[in-house]
């Protein structure tokens, strides 16, 4: 007579949870999901210096006086009528857009991180966010202290440099993760980046410009004491040499046959450069009008992406048999110095 056996043992089934988590550290983000954020993130940092300059023109920098509630004891405006609400309305608005630059720029880091590119990748996205919570803090410095101008220029400053960040994330995600070779020589090179310290500068006057200026965000704010003429000055001669920097650019990676993406990011940086010093003439000769003010801000960050286009095309990560004749033109004057 047979002897009955017990069925073979099963494995044990995962539990649910257990399952849901091992799919979803599997998932890897589609590319295009990840480049949508990553543009928002430039689109947004971009919005916000406009929205911080629309504060400022309006006389709405204290239209929320404390921080981080918009009123003493509420964190949202109360005046529903007037021109107290108005300022109120602006200024709160300005501090929500904060919670959709950092929704947009943690979003691009946190997506980037998921797909597991280059660690160097990550640290570049992770400015992002960072930036965004350092500008929300600084927005609370620059409250408390009244308005004063060394605490609203930084703040727009940081903001440009949030964007040129931002642009470097959206360009080096299209890019694949290999050795990045020059796609000019260095000379060329260097000469970009003294372009971008310039660009820095130029952008340092102009807050200086605006420091000293009538747009102070409140009428009881105290503006920086020096001749807003010689400022302007300044400012003006800096954008000339911009301007001429620029355009030597062109004519350099014209020389050597740059590659075309390059050429024509170079075209566009001029041609900002241009509208962008045009808008500042026309701006200062009819006394900083607030929409030209808005204009020119607008223009600011326009260059600042348009420069920091052509600062990564300088170099290149596309395999070695798809390099321009610029960088064999720089091999080539290598070899001959050596």
């Excluded at 000019?184 to 000293?212: F, I, M, N, Y």
């Excluded at 400022?231 to 030597?248: I, V």
């Excluded at 075309?260 to 450069?273: C, E, F, I, P, Q």
Aim: proline share 7%; with cysteine; hydrophobic share 55%.
């Amino acid at each position: 007579m047979a002897v009955p056996t017990s069925p073979p043992p099963t494995a044990p089934r995962p539990v649910a949870w257990r399952r849901a988590v091992a799919a979803l550290l599997a998932w890897r983000p589609p590319y295009g999901l990840v480049r949508a954020f990553a543009w928002a993130a430039v689109i947004t940092n971009g919005l916000i210096a406009v929205t911080g300059a629309t504060v400022r023109v309006t006389g709405s920098g204290l239209g929320c006086k404390t921080w981080p509630e918009c009123q003493p004891g509420s964190l949202v405006p109360e005046y529903r009528t007037g021109l107290a609400a108005l300022h109120q309305a602006i200024e709160f608005s300005n501090r929500t857009l904060t919670g959709v630059v950092l929704v947009a720029s943690l979003g691009a880091f946190l997506l980037i991180w998921w797909r597991r590119p280059s660690r160097q990748l990550w640290w570049l996205a992770a400015v992002g966010p960072l930036g965004v919570l350092f500008q929300a803090v600084w927005g609370g410095i620059v409250v408390y202290t009244g308005l004063q101008w060394w605490t609203v220029a930084p703040h727009l400053l940081v903001s440009l440099v949030l964007v040129f960040a931002a642009v470097v994330v959206l360009v080096r995600l299209g890019e694949p993760d290999v050795p990045a070779r020059r796609s000019v020589p260095r000379p060329l090179q260097a000469l970009t980046w003294l372009t971008v310290a310039e660009l820095a500068l130029l952008c340092v006057a102009g807050t200086l410009v605006t420091a000293a200026g009538p747009h102070a965000g409140d009428v009881n704010t105290p503006r920086l004491d020096l001749p807003v003429a010689s400022l302007a000055q300044l400012h003006a001669d800096l954008m000339f040499l911009y301007l001429g920097l620029t355009a030597a650019l062109g004519v350099g990676f014209l020389a050597v046959r740059a590659p075309r993406r390059l050429l024509v990011g170079t075209g566009v940086l001029v041609a900002v450069t241009l509208a962008q010093g045009a808008v500042g003439l026309v701006q200062y000769a009819l006394g900083v009008p607030e929409l030209l003010v808005l204009l020119h801000v607008l223009g600011a960050v326009c260059l600042i992406a348009a420069a920091a286009s052509v600062a990564m095309a300088i170099r290149t990560r596309e395999p070695e048999a798809a390099a321009s004749p610029a960088t064999a033109v720089g091999t080539a004057a290598s070899a001959t110095s050596g």
